[in-house]
């Protein structure tokens, strides 16, 4: 693939295609500066009720902050120029070669970014349950920091092979990193998965005057429960990403194509709006801290519409 990004970009509807686009780029439209605002104000509440939440492990307090901030990258920057190409797009207007490359380096760097971060949180949760006592000892706050530095600048990094047209540097390094990533993360909830199920075994098989082997195994019972609550974030990130993934690899796109890569692209872009949604539904203390900011917000609402 030695084509620029400009020459490369094929989604890029003709006139006589319009007739057939011109509703489906509307309803995205619409629904893009929808999700705009639930992105920015749900990971803008998830940021708040991370740093309020002082239960969750430092670790992966700083892993969930580094997650929100890229969702609320795509909320803030990427979907507000999706949009912009959807509205030059009903207006027969072409954006510019400069424009492509910088939807394509933005998008990328924050994407990426998402993904890295929930594959950097499914591994720290299977360490959480995995090394018991020896957590804090091998998981410190400086090395998930440096795992976070990483991930930004990996992603930044591989985002700028596609700026500079380096397309087939970019695309192995892609395949390569997201295929490794797949293969890790799977290992880790097939083991997380065995590893609840010896749990739950155990846990029945305890008398009652065991305390102290209750309250160890209600611990683990517990780092399990978080561990499966990001699963659901992972599964959550494929069912967004595999369609966009899918329909990149097509070389002339059809009409049928140009419509699903919008719509796929929108699904691509919902998943930083859910993100905060999954959280609130499985993370109680989470919830709690997410549900009072709610609650001021609306008693100063009240203060200032009666004052």
Known sequence: MNETIC?????????LEMKDLRSTYIVNCVFNNLLTYTAIMLNSLTIYAVRKTTSLPKTLRTLLLSLAVSDIGV???????????????LQLNDPKCSTYKAFVGIGLI??????LNIVAVSVERFLAVHLHLRYQELVTHKRVVVVVIATWVLSV?????AFWNLQEVYWLIFWIMGVTCLILTTIVYTRIYFIAQRHKNQIQSLQMHQVEQTVKM?????LVHSAVSFFYVY???LACYLPFLICVRIEHPSV???????VSLTLLFLNSSLNPLIYCWRMRNMRHSILNALRNMSRNQNRISHS
Not at 157 to 161: E, G, Q, T, V
Not at 256 to 262: E, G, Y
Request: positive net charge; proline residues 4%; hydrophobic residues 50%.
């Open 218 to 222: 209600a611990r683990c019972k517990k």
């Open 75 to 89: 909320g803030f920057i990427v979907q507000p120029f999706y949009t912009s190409f959807l509205v030059k797009w």
């Open 7 to 15: 020459e490369g970009f094929k989604y890029s509807p003709s006139i």
């Open 110 to 115: 924050f994407s990426q970014a998402s993904f």
């Open 256 to 262: 049928a194509i140009k419509r699903f890569w919008v």
């Open 157 to 161: 990094s591989n985002s700028l092979l």
């Open 235 to 237: 599964i959550l990130l």
